[in-house]
């Protein structure tokens, strides 16, 4: 039997961004025509030129919304399933789809006139092994809830590579007014018509009197294949060596993969069904969707940030990340239908608990868990009783745990294989377990447990903590008084100067009183009144944290989450020049209204002082506050009473946000090896990094204790 030899598995996302009624005079007609609506149905199909080599498996469509007749931000997106397969009767090459006519180098939309279509081509970026196919957009055109008349756009996607991971392709669908009148969607009208064809004779060309319809799509491309590679190879590597027979037709990737599907592009709940999709042509037998699996993936973490938020206008709910435990233990999948659910929990960075009880599955599944879950960095819990596993299956689960050290709890009794496995997998798991609890940057572990206060630490900890603290916290220059030094009482007191001096050597009064606040007025007049202490802008510092989110980057895929981890510097610099700016336009507005004799008030500065929110927002949800917090209830700068309160409160916004005790161990370690690298690696050196290490571990588990 021929193998699938397949080309690309993903899907289409097109997102109807605006619709635009260009022309007065056709604004006014669609008003008139008693309320014309449309709605966009869309669909996919090989590229003409290819049809003789590659051929599209699922042919989905999918409708969207209905729109009234006028100008609007639509914002709908419309997600179609796409798998191409190479035909078998042709000798597979690696070309692709290549299209030496029309090729567009800068990415930019090129439209090319046909008849009554426009074709939009969203052209590739040179590459060679590029896969393409035709977006075909069905508009029907509807008065009340009878169709008028519909007809089909198409987009030319000559690469989806070129519009894969950060980049996506714009495409513009037209339909002129002569058109829709003589279809009858619109009524006729002489200057609407005279307009049109003025058009018309501009052979295609822009024109700012030309009256129409505009449909405004972007195009992105999402290859959905790693978790289905994944399994395949897995699958193949299990029959090999358990001498079971192979697959027929087997599933062959002819391009590899190049973008990994973006974090958060699609609900879950859509994956899964996917893939059920693509598991019903490569099991060629239906695969059920299981409700209870719909609404497990639907399910929200409760008071996480994702539930129902937005944050900088950006939506934060449904984030892959709410996902703690997958329990399939009250349903009998059997191994097809699980797979699927296995591809999509692939995508869950925060999945801690995978429980698979009494589900019929054999070895095959342990294959598949090893290659999706050897290095997850969350999953902790693996329970898989009472199965059909034996001894293959056994030592992959060995396998998985030696990989994944975060595996720590596998319940795997129940299964064929024998007691000696068995113990295998429990001492492996136990030893994953000592592993963590013997951890340094591990502060959750017994080993911290005396950490309760600053008073559990000997002075000799907290001074060489305090003096790691001193060079971190070293204030921006922008903020140093120039001539004043502290005082015991952290006041400022001015240098003494001859011409100030009294006979016996101390300051006149009015000098002192005079001098701190010019001095004072000086340093802090473009400073802002914020609730950030100037330690927390100190550059070092913020360097230090500059490069925990640098290295966090790769640990942590949700935006959100990785915001914690942030320095405040740099946002802060972007806020206060933002702040300037406003100041310096809102001022030029007063000084405009007083010299034409207007009383306008205050101008406005609303967007410099959001900004300036947004920072202090960030600020109180940060890793750096928690640090900063610390530290200073270290140094008795505040009580530590007040401090602990403050450490809990962060605590429980960051939790709810996501962070999880896996990322605060990952970042100490960092932020601790960066003060290696700044301190310097004597034995000094390493004591001042340990103290201040011990002193992170108390602010850290008391903002986790809440």
């Given at each position: 039997m021929?193998?699938?030899?397949?080309?690309?598995?993903?899907?289409?996302?097109?997102?109807?961004?605006?619709?635009?009624?260009?022309g007065k005079q056709l604004e006014c007609e669609a008003t008139r025509s008693g309320g014309a609506q449309f709605c966009v149905r869309t669909a996919v199909a090989v590229a003409e030129t290819a049809t003789h080599s590659i051929h599209e498996r699922f042919c989905e469509r999918v409708n969207?919304?209905?729109?009234?007749?006028?100008?609007?931000?639509?914002?709908?997106?419309?997600?179609?399933?796409?798998?191409?397969?190479?035909?078998?009767?042709?000798?597979?090459?690696?070309?692709?789809?290549?299209?030496?006519?029309?090729?567009?180098?800068?990415?930019s939309a090129d439209r090319v006139r046909n008849g009554n279509s426009d074709v939009t081509d969203l052209g590739a970026n040179g590459e060679d092994m590029d896969v393409g196919l035709d977006l075909f957009l069905d508009i029907s055109f509807l008065h009340g809830e009878s169709m008028v008349w519909s007809l089909r756009r198409r987009v030319e996607v000559e690469s989806l590579d070129a519009i894969a991971s950060q980049n996506c392709g714009v495409a513009v669908a037209r339909v002129s007014t002569d058109v829709l009148q003589s279809n009858g969607v619109l009524p006729t009208s002489e200057a609407v018509r005279g307009g049109s064809a003025a058009c018309d004779a501009s052979d295609g060309r822009e024109d700012d009197e030309w009256s129409g319809l505009e449909l405004h799509v972007i195009v992105r491309s999402m290859d959905m294949s790693e978790p289905i590679r994944l399994m395949v190879a897995a699958e193949r590597e299990a029959s090999a060596f358990l001498d079971l027979p192979q697959r027929e037709p087997q599933t062959v990737f002819l391009l590899?993969?190049?973008?990994?599907?973006?974090?958060?592009?699609?609900?879950?709940?859509?994956?899964?069904?996917?893939?059920?999709?693509?598991?019903?042509?490569?099991?060629?037998?239906?695969?059920?969707?299981?409700?209870?699996?719909v609404n497990m993936l639907r399910t929200r973490q409760p008071g996480g940030m994702g539930d129902n938020k937005t944050r900088g206008g950006a939506v934060t709910e449904g984030r892959w990340s709410e996902l703690r435990s997958a329990d399939l233990r009250p349903l009998l999948l059997g191994e097809d239908a699980l797979a699927p659910v296995l591809a999509t929990l692939f995508h869950c960075p925060g999945?801690?608990?995978?429980?698979?009880?009494?589900?019929?599955?054999?070895?095959?599944?342990?294959?598949?868990?090893?290659s999706l879950f050897y290095r997850h960095r969350h999953l902790e819990t693996l329970s898989i009783a009472r199965n059909n596993i034996h001894e293959g299956g056994g030592e992959q689960l060995v396998r998985l745990i030696r990989r994944n050290k975060r595996l720590i709890d596998v319940k795997a009794s129940g299964n064929h294989f024998t007691h000696s496995m068995s113990s295998r997998i429990q001492r492996v798991a136990s030893l994953n377990e000592e592993y963590i609890r013997g951890d340094p940057y591990n502060v959750f572990s017994s080993a911290y447990s005396y950490v309760v206060s600053p008073t559990s630490f000997p002075a000799s900890i907290i001074k060489q903590a305090l003096a790691v603290w001193a060079m971190l916290s070293a204030a921006p220059v922008s903020t140093v008084i120039v001539d004043c030094v502290p005082n015991s009482t952290f006041g400022i007191d001015l240098m003494g100067s001859p011409n100030n001096m009294k006979s016996n050597g101390s300051l006149h009064g009015s000098a002192l009183d005079n001098g701190v606040v010019e001095a004072t007025d000086k340093a802090?007049?473009?400073?802002?009144?914020?609730?950030?202490?100037?330690c927390a802008l100190s550059p070092l510092l913020n360097?230090?944290?500059?490069?925990?989110?640098?290295?966090?980057?790769?640990?942590?895929?949700?935006?959100?989450?990785?915001?914690?981890?942030?320095?405040?510097?740099?946002?802060?610099?972007?806020?206060?020049?933002?702040?300037?700016?406003?100041?310096?336009k809102c001022s030029k507005q007063d000084a405009q209204a007083a010299a034409d004799g207007r009383e306008d008030g205050p101008a406005s500065i609303r967007h410099g002082e959001a900004a300036l929110c947004e920072?202090?927002?960030?600020?109180?949800?940060?890793?750096?506050?928690?640090?900063?917090?610390?530290?200073?209830?270290?140094?008795?700068?505040?009580?530590w009473e007040d401090a602990s309160s403050v450490l809990r409160?962060?605590?429980?916004?960051?939790?709810?946000?996501?962070?999880?005790?896996?990322?605060?161990?990952?970042?100490?370690?960092?932020?601790?090896?960066?003060?290696?690298?700044?301190?310097?690696?004597?034995e000094a050196d390493v004591e001042h990094s340990a103290a201040f290490l011990q002193c992170l571990a108390l602010g850290v588990r008391t903002a986790v204790a809440a």
């Amino acid at each position: 039997m021929t193998d699938n030899k397949v080309l690309y598995v993903g899907c289409i996302v097109v997102t109807l961004k605006e619709v635009r009624v260009c022309g007065k005079q056709l604004e006014c007609e669609a008003t008139r025509s008693g309320g014309a609506q449309f709605c966009v149905r869309t669909a996919v199909a090989v590229a003409e030129t290819a049809t003789h080599s590659i051929h599209e498996r699922f042919c989905e469509r999918v409708n969207s919304s209905i729109y009234s007749f006028k100008n609007s931000t639509m914002m709908e997106q419309m997600v179609v399933p796409v798998m191409l397969l190479r035909s078998p009767s042709t000798i597979a090459t690696m070309n692709g789809s290549k299209h030496n006519d029309k090729v567009n180098t800068n990415g930019s939309a090129d439209r090319v006139r046909n008849g009554n279509s426009d074709v939009t081509d969203l052209g590739a970026n040179g590459e060679d092994m590029d896969v393409g196919l035709d977006l075909f957009l069905d508009i029907s055109f509807l008065h009340g809830e009878s169709m008028v008349w519909s007809l089909r756009r198409r987009v030319e996607v000559e690469s989806l590579d070129a519009i894969a991971s950060q980049n996506c392709g714009v495409a513009v669908a037209r339909v002129s007014t002569d058109v829709l009148q003589s279809n009858g969607v619109l009524p006729t009208s002489e200057a609407v018509r005279g307009g049109s064809a003025a058009c018309d004779a501009s052979d295609g060309r822009e024109d700012d009197e030309w009256s129409g319809l505009e449909l405004h799509v972007i195009v992105r491309s999402m290859d959905m294949s790693e978790p289905i590679r994944l399994m395949v190879a897995a699958e193949r590597e299990a029959s090999a060596f358990l001498d079971l027979p192979q697959r027929e037709p087997q599933t062959v990737f002819l391009l590899p993969l190049r973008h990994a599907m973006p974090y958060n592009a699609l609900p879950l709940e859509v994956l899964y069904q996917f893939y059920c999709c693509f598991y019903e042509y490569f099991f060629n037998k239906p695969v059920k969707v299981f409700g209870h699996v719909v609404n497990m993936l639907r399910t929200r973490q409760p008071g996480g940030m994702g539930d129902n938020k937005t944050r900088g206008g950006a939506v934060t709910e449904g984030r892959w990340s709410e996902l703690r435990s997958a329990d399939l233990r009250p349903l009998l999948l059997g191994e097809d239908a699980l797979a699927p659910v296995l591809a999509t929990l692939f995508h869950c960075p925060g999945l801690r608990e995978l429980l698979l009880d009494q589900n019929s599955l054999s070895d095959i599944t342990c294959y598949r868990i090893r290659s999706l879950f050897y290095r997850h960095r969350h999953l902790e819990t693996l329970s898989i009783a009472r199965n059909n596993i034996h001894e293959g299956g056994g030592e992959q689960l060995v396998r998985l745990i030696r990989r994944n050290k975060r595996l720590i709890d596998v319940k795997a009794s129940g299964n064929h294989f024998t007691h000696s496995m068995s113990s295998r997998i429990q001492r492996v798991a136990s030893l994953n377990e000592e592993y963590i609890r013997g951890d340094p940057y591990n502060v959750f572990s017994s080993a911290y447990s005396y950490v309760v206060s600053p008073t559990s630490f000997p002075a000799s900890i907290i001074k060489q903590a305090l003096a790691v603290w001193a060079m971190l916290s070293a204030a921006p220059v922008s903020t140093v008084i120039v001539d004043c030094v502290p005082n015991s009482t952290f006041g400022i007191d001015l240098m003494g100067s001859p011409n100030n001096m009294k006979s016996n050597g101390s300051l006149h009064g009015s000098a002192l009183d005079n001098g701190v606040v010019e001095a004072t007025d000086k340093a802090l007049e473009s400073s802002q009144a914020t609730s950030i202490p100037h330690c927390a802008l100190s550059p070092l510092l913020n360097e230090v944290m500059r490069t925990v989110a640098l290295r966090m980057s790769s640990i942590l895929h949700d935006p959100w989450a990785l915001l914690v981890f942030s320095d405040i510097e740099s946002h802060w610099e972007r806020c206060t020049i933002t702040l300037r700016e406003q100041k310096e336009k809102c001022s030029k507005q007063d000084a405009q209204a007083a010299a034409d004799g207007r009383e306008d008030g205050p101008a406005s500065i609303r967007h410099g002082e959001a900004a300036l929110c947004e920072v202090e927002d960030l600020y109180a949800i940060s890793f750096l506050h928690l640090v900063v917090v610390t530290m200073r209830a270290v140094g008795r700068a505040m009580d530590w009473e007040d401090a602990s309160s403050v450490l809990r409160d962060i605590g429980r916004k960051q939790m709810a946000i996501g962070i999880l005790e896996e990322n605060y161990r990952d970042a100490i370690q960092i932020f601790v090896q960066s003060l290696a690298v700044v301190c310097g690696k004597d034995e000094a050196d390493v004591e001042h990094s340990a103290a201040f290490l011990q002193c992170l571990a108390l602010g850290v588990r008391t903002a986790v204790a809440a």
